[in-house]
């Protein structure tokens, strides 16, 4: 079963601080789509390298949203795309699109 | 202590003004989005510690390093592990923390940098010919593995592979012995033959042309017999 965007790691760094955790949702609300769109934009061009950029920056905020698995995931997508291959692309959206329908729920 | 937060990624940046706020006697002065702004702040403002993110578009982490004249402390964040090797050349780095930073770690970060602080530990933005610390973090199947430096007895080379010998395991690495040799300590450390570096604190016995070190009979080449000798303690 695939593993669900989760606050415990934002729970366990905010230490009941609800302030500072909804700051970091907010930031992470405001960023992802677009970071997404940016990646969308250069794997449609087969642009490898500038994906491996995107990658790199999504990854952080799939590690902020507890998605152990899917940081790791990320990580391999990475090292592929900076050697030109794409493996790993199917499931790495999969996990975009989780994170994109937990973002709306909450 | 005070401190500045150089990061591209503002939840990072959030994050880490977070943990500085868990731990006693850390200031967060300033935070960055990217290494230039920070160096006009450092022309004319000093700090204790940065926490720094390698991985910045443009103008990377360790590009920043390389423009400061007396770096202050450097702790590095990344979410990338492949960096740890090269991170440990500037004796200004002080850790390297990978993201997502937990607490306990960040408390050992700290814990480290006070250390360093007591000790009065000089900076220096210079690669440093000597690992600064005990530590050697090797590549082996995409992990980094910390071998403690004095346990090393043995390093063999390979092919484009050396063997690191220690008192518990050994290592296969892709790498070469002279890469290996500029990361260790030369008191400690010497190339006694082409293929081998021996550490010459577990030397058992010398016959000949050969040493004996724990089981191992290493060869040692005319040409380095002269050194091996002079790091002696003859009677």
């Known amino acids: 079963m695939m593993e669900k965007p989760n606050k415990l790691y934002l729970k366990q760094l905010s230490d009941g601080d ?89 | 202590m005070k401190c500045l937060i150089i990061d591209d990624d503002a939840t990072a940046r959030l994050i880490v003004n977070k943990l500085c706020t868990s731990v006693d006697d850390i200031e967060v002065v300033k935070e960055f989005s990217n290494a230039i702004e920070a160096i006009k702040f450092l022309n004319s403002n000093t700090v204790d510690v940065i926490f720094l993110d390698i991985h910045m578009p443009s103008f990377s982490g360790f590009d920043f390093i390389k423009t400061l004249k007396a770096p202050p402390k450097i702790i590095l964040t990344t979410s990338d592990r492949n960096f740890a090797l090269d991170a440990f050349e500037y004796s200004c780095v002080i850790d390297y923390l990978v993201k997502p930073i937990q607490l306990e770690r960040f408390k050992k970060a700290i814990d480290k940098l006070s250390i360093f602080e007591k000790n009065g530990e000089t900076n220096d933005a210079k690669p440093s010919s000597e690992p600064s610390v005990n530590d050697l973090y090797v590549n082996i199947d995409r992990r980094l593995i910390k071998i403690n430096i004095p346990d090393i007895y043995l390093i063999e080379a390979k092919g484009d592979y050396i063997k690191i010998k220690t008192e ?68």
């Open chain 1, 18 to 106: 609800i302030v500072f955790e909804n700051q970091i949702i907010s930031i992470i609300k405001k960023e992802f789509p677009v970071e997404v769109l940016e990646y969308q934009n250069s794997i449609n061009t087969s642009n490898f390298l500038k994906t491996a950029e995107n990658v790199h920056k999504l990854k952080h905020k799939i590690s902020i949203l507890g998605l152990e698995k899917g940081y790791q995931l990320a990580s391999k997508f990475e090292k592929e795309l900076k050697s030109g291959m794409k493996i790993q692309q199917i499931s790495f959206e999969k996990i975009l699109n989780e994170i994109s329908v937990y973002l709306n729920t909450i």
């Open chain 2, 168 to 235: 518990s395991s050994n290592h296969i690495v892709h790498s070469t012995l002279k890469k290996i040799e500029s990361k260790l300590p030369s008191d400690m450390f010497l190339k006694v033959h082409r293929s081998y570096v021996i550490n010459i604190h577990r030397i058992i016995d010398i016959e000949d042309n050969s040493v004996l070190i724990k089981k191992d009979v290493i060869p040692v080449s005319r040409s380095n017999r002269g050194e091996l000798m002079k790091r002696l303690n003859l009677l």
